[in-house]
């Protein structure tokens, strides 16, 4: 069985790969992972203007 994340923003599963948002490390350089399906990720790039 393979593992399906969800989506760190909308909550949806995601059954196709989509996007990984890395943070800026902290004090301890530890990174967090935020993992967004498709939709999530063109509605954050339209929001940045890129």
Partial sequence: MSIKPLCNNCGKELTEFGAILLSTPDKENNVKKHHL????????IKRLQI
């Fill in 37 to 44: 399906c498709k939709e999530c990720y063109d509605e954050l």
